[in-house]
T-cell receptor, first 112, second 116 residues
Framework: RKEVEQDPGPFNVPEGATVAFNCTYS??????FFWYRQDCRKEPKLLMS???SGNEDGRFTAQLNRASQYISLLIRDSKLSDSATYLC?????????????FGQGTELSVKP | NAGVTQTPKFQVLKTGQSMTLQCAQD?????MYWYRQDPGMGLRLIYY???????DKGEVPNGYNVSRLNKREFSLRLESAAPSQTSVYFC???????????????FGPGTRLLVL
C-alpha cells in the first residue's frame, strides 16, 4: 500500500465549479501536511500547508482529519488557471529525516 | 537568491554511460533530496541528506549514488545508466529541525534524462 494515496483523476470541471480532492495517508506518526501544485513539466510548488483546525486561503480550503488519516482540498469558483496537478504531501518526523512523501497527484482540468 | 538550481536541464545518455546530476541551494537549508518523477508514479524519493555529511536511501535508490559535497551541494550519480532510469529528476531542499515542522520544501527546475 502506498504511504500517500490520491485519486489520480483527471477531474474535468467547468469554470466556476467547486471541486474537492481527497487524500489518505498510512503512517499515523506523520507530522505535517501540505498541498503542492505542479504545472505541466514544471517543478512542484507549495500551494498551502494543512493545519489540524483546517485552513483557508482565498478560494482554497484544506482540511485534516488525523483520526481517519485523511486530508482534503476544496477549490471554489474554479478558474482556468487552476488547471494543474495537485499533490498531497505528508512528512515524517524530524527524527526520521523530515522526509516529504508525495501522493501520485490528482490532475485537474478547468474548461471554459 | 537563486533558490535551488540543477544542471544539466536535459541529457541524453546511452545505456552503460555514467553521469552526475548537480544540485545546489543558496537558502542555507540543512536537508536536501533527490526525486524522480515518472508518468502515473508521482514523485519518488531516491536519496536524501538530512544534514551535511549524512545521506540515506529513499524509496528507489538502486542504480544511484549521492554525495553531499557541502551544505549547499548534493549530487546524484548514475554509474551505468539504464533505459529504466529515463525520467525527470528533481532536487529539493528544506530546513528541518524538531521545531520547523511546517517548513516548505523548495524544488529545482528538474533535469530531463533520456537513456537510449
Amino acid at each position: 500500500r502506498k504511504e500517500v494515496e490520491q485519486d489520480p483523476g483527471p477531474f474535468n470541471v467547468p469554470e466556476g465549479a467547486t471541486v474537492a480532492f481527497n487524500c489518505t495517508y498510512s503512517n499515523s506518526a506523520s507530522q505535517s501536511f501540505f498541498w503542492y501544485r505542479q504545472d505541466c513539466r514544471k517543478e512542484p510548488k507549495l500551494l498551502m500547508s494543512v493545519y489540524s483546525s483546517g485552513n483557508e486561503d482565498g478560494r482554497f480550503t484544506a482540511q485534516l482529519n488525523r483520526a481517519s488519516q485523511y486530508i482534503s482540498l476544496l477549490i471554489r469558483d474554479s478558474k482556468l488557471s487552476d488547471s494543474a496537478t495537485y499533490l498531497c504531501v505528508v512528512t515524517t518526523s524530524y527524527s526520521q529525516g523530515g522526509k516529504l512523501i508525495f501522493g501520485q497527484g490528482t490532475e485537474l482540468s478547468v474548461k471554459p | 537568491n537563486a533558490g535551488v538550481t540543477q544542471t544539466p536541464k536535459f541529457q541524453v545518455l546511452k545505456t552503460g554511460q555514467s553521469m552526475t546530476l548537480q544540485c545546489a541551494q543558496d537558502m542555507n537549508h540543512n536537508s536536501m533530496y533527490w526525486y524522480r518523477q515518472d508518468p502515473g508514479m508521482g514523485l519518488r524519493l531516491i536519496y536524501y541528506s538530512a544534514s551535511e555529511g549524512t545521506t540515506d536511501k529513499g524509496e528507489v535508490p538502486n542504480g544511484y549514488n549521492v554525495s553531499r559535497l557541502n551544505k549547499r551541494e548534493f549530487s546524484l550519480r548514475l554509474e551505468s545508466a539504464a533505459p529504466s532510469q529515463t525520467s525527470v529528476y528533481f532536487c529539493a531542499s528544506r530546513r528541518t529541525s524538531a521545531e520547523a515542522i511546517q517548513e516548505t520544501q523548495y524544488f529545482g527546475p528538474g533535469t530531463r534524462l533520456l537513456v537510449l
